[in-house]
Antibody, heavy 121, light 108 residues
Framework: EVQLVESGGGLVKPGGSLRLSCAAS????????MNWVRQAPGKGLEWVSS????????YYADSVKGRFTISRDNAKNSLYLQMNSLRAEDTAVYYC??????????????WGQGTLVTVSS | SSELTQDPAVSVALGQTVRITCQGDSLRSYYASWYQQKPGQAPVLVIYGKNNRPSGIPDRFSGSSSGNTASLTITGAQAEDEADYYCNSRDSSGNLVVFGGGTKLTVL
């Protein structure tokens, strides 16, 4: 059974840092691109970042570029999101999602349950 | 990057057909995928690619595309289909990901 389990969320002050983790199981993690997607309270889904299977290709949304860093450890079946210089507007539930898609379309077929990040003084 | 535009809210009578649309320039080059999200739950993929349903998704869900518009159609909407629906695709560069703002579907 495919499982994605996020952890590392919590309350942090503006300007602070947090590192999210996503533990994957039930599939060959090293074969898939992975993504972080967030959802602010009462708002829609916002893509944050993606990383290819071998970490060769990494992309960020403009809203987090220069502050967030995505990485993965295929030996540990884990995805990470290092978040620095956090702002109130980064408050959201953060989901990791597997992408089974091809060039013509995306296919976020499995999602974790999400971890809540709250940025507040 | 580019944007995907969805109607904020749509309603449908129980058992009737409803179409939810998603517009954006990137849809001229890439197919949209569609996700269903119920309160307090993670999104669930319901349609991807040209018109593909993941295992376990009822066949009342279907997808189509024309020009810069992608559509999700629910034929014979059920009470359990009441949820938020999001489209996503690659952006026009092909490197980034964009989500639509979401459509809240109410089943009357």
């Amino acid at each position: 059974e495919v499982q994605l389990v996020e952890s590392g969320g919590g309350l942090v002050k503006p300007g602070g840092s947090l590192r999210l983790s996503c533990a994957a199981s039930g599939f060959t993690f090293s074969s898939y691109s992975m993504n972080w997607v967030r959802q602010a309270p009462g708002k829609g889904l916002e893509w944050v970042s993606s990383i290819s299977s071998s970490s060769s290709y990494i992309y960020y949304a403009d809203s987090v570029k220069g502050r967030f860093t995505i990485s993965r450890d295929n030996a540990k079946n884990s995805l990470y999101l290092q978040m620095n210089s956090l702002r109130a507007e980064d408050t959201a539930v953060y989901y990791c999602a597997r992408d089974l898609g091809v060039w013509e379309w995306l296919q976020f077929d499995y999602w974790g349950q999400g971890t809540l990040v709250t940025v507040s003084s | 990057s580019s944007e995907l535009t969805q109607d904020p809210a749509v309603s449908v009578a129980l058992g009737q057909t409803v179409r939810i649309t998603c517009q954006g320039d990137s849809l001229r080059s890439y197919y949209a995928s569609w996700y269903q999200q119920k309160p307090g739950q993670a999104p669930v993929l319901v349609i991807y690619g040209k018109n593909n349903r993941p295992s376990g998704i009822p066949d009342r869900f279907s997808g189509s595309s024309s020009g810069n518009t992608a559509s999700l159609t629910i034929t014979g909407a059920q009470a359990e289909d009441e949820a938020d629906y999001y489209c996503n695709s690659r952006d026009s560069s092909g490197n980034l990901v964009v989500f639509g703002g979401g459509t809240k579907l109410t089943v009357l």
